[in-house]
């Protein structure tokens, strides 16, 4: 059996937040193994525009960011452009509430049409001041001054969770925080990597506004565990390899997808973990038969990203496969519920998205005969074009078929050349 070995690209969520946390630290911060992609330049793009001085090194893929404290930003000159990036833009919406100045967060279209009213909501509680339009971007933030607040969350999301708790650092007395189901916690454990654990009473994160934040020096941001999503898919369908990812982030809360690989009879293994403070490992596959799955509501918040991928696994595996709870993916860079499904018709995919009184579903009957359609849709989100790409390629298709390949920009940039090595054998030795 023949070996690919390949690297994927650094965390999208720990490379936003290593620079957001970097900027409100006083001293340097070195980041090592940054994310260079559109969506974590975007937040590189609006802190500098804050005044905070940074030297980014794409070729070392190095960021060294000068931070003076969590009051050192400067009013902006124009508008703050998010791009596509809603964990910028929700984030940031945290981080600037509680600033003396006023500033504007702007974004693409498809970001202009995503939901702020989650982050508006806690944040004006605490008595930020956002006009927005119907709860989208652009949002306009004057300047106000903060109070920690207590906030019981009904979502399950990290981008809301982080924006409170960076609001909280910025904010007289203490801020709780409390979600149902946990989301990815890699601010929380920035929080601890930046001298400041955060405390935890029946289940709420405590943030005390009077803290300032110590730089570690440096970070070291793993492999994208979403990123490495799609070959570990590939590695899994494609008949004959065993495909090992280097160093990819293995934090708990991002794992779902791992377990349902193994749920799904798939041969899946972690080797050489090291426990930093965002643990890693290699992550080694092999071809196998999958079998079904059914993937609960509380188990989404691990596996968010992965929903499109383990979308086309499920079509490989005979019989039927659920996927419940997908309501939040309507408003992602796409409706990924309607792209999915849209896609997985084409390629004659029997699947169903089910309506019930408090959820939507997906159901998808895998393993029939399959096609490759004429054109495959991207609907200009990244996440679509690499699920679909990955099924075009383990199905022998031509990855032209796939419209605008380029939205792969803002999280993989060298996704389809690496893609198209892999599934001529190429080792990556990296
Ligand atoms: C992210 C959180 C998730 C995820 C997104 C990145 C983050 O969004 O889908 O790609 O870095 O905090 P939600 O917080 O909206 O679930």
């Not at 005044?51 to 070392?60: E, S, Y």
């Not at 609001?167 to 979600?179: D, K, S, V």
């Not at 939040?328 to 004659?348: H, T």
């Amino acid at each position: 059996m023949a070996t690919v070995v390949l690297c994927v690209p650094p965390d999208k969520s720990i490379s936003h937040r290593s620079l957001m946390f970097s900027s409100l630290t006083r001293g340097t911060t070195k980041v090592q193994n940054f994310l260079f992609a559109q969506d974590c330049l975007s937040t590189a793009g609006i802190l500098k525009a804050l005044g905070i001085r940074m030297r980014l090194d794409p070729k070392r893929r190095r960021v060294e960011v000068e931070g003076r404290g969590k009051f050192s930003f400067t009013a902006p000159k124009g508008v703050l452009f998010a791009g596509n990036s809603g964990t910028t833009m929700r984030i940031m919406t945290g981080v600037l509430a509680g600033q003396d100045f006023e500033s504007v967060l702007d974004g693409d279209d498809s970001l202009r049409r995503r939901p702020m009213q989650r982050v508006i909501r806690p944040l004006s509680l605490m008595g930020a001041r956002i006009e927005s339009h119907n709860g989208r971007a652009p949002l306009r933030i004057l300047p106000a001054r903060l109070r920690g607040i207590r906030w019981d969350s009904s979502l399950s999301s990290a981008q809301v969770k982080s924006a409170v708790l960076l609001a909280g650092l910025h904010a007289e007395g203490r801020t709780y925080y409390r979600e149902r189901v946990p989301s990815r916690d890699h601010t929380e454990r920035m929080f601890r990597l930046f001298g400041r654990p955060l405390r935890r009473y029946k289940g709420f994160l405590i943030v005390d506004g009077r803290w300032e934040l110590e730089s570690p020096g440096e970070i070291f941001v793993p492999g994208d565990i979403s990123s490495a999503s799609f070959f570990l898919a590939y590695g899994v369908l494609r008949p004959g390899v065993e495909l090992v990812v280097r160093r990819v982030g293995v934090n708990p809360t991002r794992m779902g997808m791992v377990d349902v690989l193994k749920r799904m009879g798939a041969r899946v293994r972690l080797v050489d973990k090291v426990d930093y403070a965002e643990p890693y490992a290699d992550i080694v596959v092999k071809s196998t038969n999958l079998r079904p799955v059914k993937i609960r509501s509380e188990e989404i918040p691990r596996l968010i990203d992965e929903v499109p991928i383990i979308a086309v696994l499920a079509s490989f595996a005979k019989g039927k496969s659920v996927i419940e709870g997908v309501d939040e993916l309507r408003v992602k860079e796409s409706d990924r519920v309607e792209a999915i499904r849209g896609n997985l018709v084409a390629f004659g995919v029997d699947v169903r998205v089910v309506k019930r009184k408090d959820r939507i579903d997906l159901e998808i009957w895998g393993g029939r005969p399959l096609v490759i359609p004429k054109r495959i849709r991207t609907w200009k989100d990244h996440r679509i074009a690499m699920a679909f790409g990955v099924m075009t390629a383990v199905l022998g298709g031509d990855l032209d078929r796939i419209d605008d390949r380029n939205c792969v920009d803002i999280s993989y940039p060298e996704f389809w050349e690496t893609l198209s090595r892999v599934s001529q054998g190429v080792d990556y030795g990296c």
